[in-house]
């Protein structure tokens, strides 16, 4: 800081060169440019994905019961594949209990017994 007139003020910063200075704008500018091309294929995306102004109510109604339809039946088979599973576990924990008692009768006859 130096004073000037009663009032401080920051000493002037170095220039940088031209050649630095250049560089730094070409490097923000490709940077610009690259958030410019993301932002527009977020745009078309999200566009794309929007249902077409050319379908009818309902051709989306009929769409919409097809994906209800198909979401009921998915979900009826994972209510089937977690009670396949609950009653695979079941089977494993009864088998574990039998290998335990086997292995403690093993080791300590009669220890088994009710």
């Known amino acids: ?3 000037n007139g009663g009032h401080a003020h920051a000493a002037p910063r ?3 060169s031209g050649a630095d200075a250049e560089a ?3 490097e ?3 940077l610009y440019a690259q958030l410019i ?3 527009s294929k977020d745009i078309d995306f ?3 994905s929007l249902p077409s102004a050319q379908c009818s ?9 097809r994906l209800e339809d198909k979401n009921h039946e998915t979900a009826e088979q994972l209510s089937e594949l977690v009670r396949n599973g609950e009653d695979v576990l079941q089977q494993i924990k009864d088998s574990l209990d039998t290998l335990a008692r086997h292995q403690l009768e093993s080791v300590c006859p009669g220890s088994g017994e009710r």
Do not use: G
Request: glycine share 0%.
């Open 1 to 3: 800081l130096r004073e």
């Open 14 to 16: 170095r220039c940088q």
């Open 24 to 26: 730094k704008r070409s």
């Open 28 to 30: 923000l500018a490709a």
């Open 37 to 39: 091309a993301r932002t």
């Open 46 to 48: 999200l566009l794309s």
């Open 57 to 65: 109510p309902e051709v989306q109604e009929e769409n919409l019961r």
